[in-house]
């Protein structure tokens, strides 16, 4: 590819001196010892020419070789002209499919300033849809702190929600199948459960014929598909186009999560049910969760979006894998999170004496486990409920400040933990005796973390497979 924009340039070259000198294609090459049509090849950066040849043509010209070989365009539009030809040649442009547009000098300036333009937008909106790693964790980071900000509340999104649901009659209890699928009839769209669905994507809209495909209704597993149908239909509702970075992929699939769970758990009742609750002193994930028909997760992360606008409590929230590995997490109590140098949390591990840790090894899952930890920014009251996937055991946990406790079921635990990190020597550093015994006779080989945001691979949607959807979508419309 170098050598080949490289030729370019030097092709340039070539022709600015020889239209500088007065000589036509032929006139150079007959001098020079190769026919016109050669040279002219050797113009359009397509063939590479000798050395000897190269010298002739300098020595003809009376120009040093050396300014031939120089990496620069003559002037202004050759600049272009070489810019166009190189981004003509590139990958990216070639991905189009679309003909090249020769470069040369009877090319109006409008038209190579236009295409130039072009082909730099393209490019650099292909750069930033491609998330690198660390880019990924930056987007997630800014996002988890606008959200902290926000107090997790999003009131356009509950109030998009609300009206939603209030379309089909739906105000409390567990959302039903059917009242899913009248939201989208609303929208104008058919639920179809098919077993084809490409394997990149959860779920695909087809705009023209009004169907919203998903997987089949036979899968297993508590809210799954309601959820899913929601989050389709939220792309919608809430005006999404396709994203054009990283963080807007972000930002959309925590709204289309966000407006799931306030029709899956709506605002109205959601908060009458938790400040009832909260009278009593009674506050439990648990119950929240089996009045709404969702799962554990879901009921708790709700739980923190209401919290402090609705209930005027601070709150964390905590997904940890059993290799103690936050998976997700939140606060705005004050926790102190364990995060890397640019303020990520995802992959860190949390201390071994929190209760999200402390629940892993217990061998009763069916209830709540509560502990009260003492760590360097005051004592956190925490609620944890383990479970298991293909992937391993993890547990989720709520909480808040030892003064707010009292509102809880579990306040009344005797479990107390006392944890000093971010202090490596409270659960990280091995003590001088055990260091001792095992330096230089140990080799352990560290466990991959498939939950760590990877980068997307680049396209119209980040992740998807968009050939993949389109033919699953001609398989299916004519049916
Ligand atoms: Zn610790």
């Not at 016109?36 to 050797?42: D, I, P, R």
């Not at 990958?91 to 300036?109: E, F, H, N, Q, W």
Request: hydrophobic content about 40%; charged content about 25%; overall charge neutral.
């Amino acid at each position: 590819m170098a050598a080949e924009t490289d030729l370019i340039t030097l092709g340039r070259r070539i022709r600015h001196h020889r239209k500088n000198a007065g000589l036509t294609l032929d006139q150079l090459g007959e001098r020079v010892g190769v026919v016109g049509s050669q040279l002219s090849l050797v113009e359009n950066g397509r063939r590479e020419p000798r050395l000897a040849l190269l010298q002739n043509i300098a020595a003809e010209l009376d120009v040093p070789l050396t300014d031939l070989l120089s990496g620069d365009a003559p002037d202004a539009r050759t600049a272009l002209e070489i810019e166009l030809s190189r981004a003509q040649l590139g990958p990216l442009y070639r991905t189009l499919g679309l003909p090249v547009v020769p470069a040369s000098r009877s090319l109006p300036i409008e038209t190579l300033e236009s295409l130039v333009g072009l082909h730099r937008e393209l490019i650099r909106r292909a750069k930033r849809s491609v998330a690198t790693p660390e880019e990924a964790r930056r987007a997630n980071t800014e996002l988890r702190m606008r959200m902290r900000e926000r107090n997790n509340y999003l009131p356009e999104i509950e109030r998009i929600a609300t009206e939603a649901l209030a379309e089909v009659g739906h105000t409390s209890g567990a959302l039903t199948h059917r009242s899913v699928s009248l939201m989208a009839q609303n929208l104008g769209f058919t639920l179809i459960h098919v077993d084809d669905l490409p394997h990149s994507a959860r779920s695909v809209i087809d705009l023209e014929n009004g169907r919203i495909y998903l997987p089949p209704a036979s899968i297993p597993g508590g809210h799954g598909l309601r959820s899913m149908a929601l989050q389709a239909m939220a792309h919608r509702l809430l005006g999404h186009r396709a994203p054009e970075s990283y963080a807007e992929f972000l930002q959309q699939r925590l709204e289309i999560n966000y407006f799931a769970a306030a029709c899956l758990m709506p605002h109205d009742a959601s908060v009458r049910f938790l400040r009832a609750a909260k009278e009593r002193h009674d506050l439990s994930v648990e119950d929240f969760r089996d009045a709404f028909g969702v799962t554990h997760e879901a009921a708790a992360l709700r739980l923190t979006n209401l919290s402090t606008e609705q209930l005027g409590l601070k709150m964390h929230f905590l997904r940890v894998a059993d290799d103690g590995a936050i998976q997700k997490a939140y606060e705005n109590d004050g926790l102190a999170l364990p995060m890397d140098v640019t303020g990520a949390v995802e992959g860190q591990l949390v201390c071994r004496f929190w209760a999200s840790r402390a629940a892993l090894h217990r061998t009763n899952r069916t209830t709540e486990f509560y502990q009260y930890t003492d760590t360097p920014d005051g004592t956190f009251w925490c609620a944890t409920q383990t479970g298991k996937t293909d992937a391993g055991e993890f547990s989720i946990s709520v909480g808040v400040p030892f003064a707010e406790a009292k509102w809880f079921r579990g306040r009344d635990t005797t479990v107390r933990a006392q944890s000093r990190c971010p202090d490596e020597s409270c659960c990280r550093r091995p003590d001088d005796v055990l260091a001792r015994r095992w330096r230089d006779r140990a080799w352990p080989s560290a466990r991959l973390h498939a939950h760590i945001l990877s980068p997307l691979p680049q396209g119209e949607f980040p992740g998807v497979d968009t050939l993949e959807v389109y033919e699953f979508l001609e398989s299916h419309s004519g049916q």
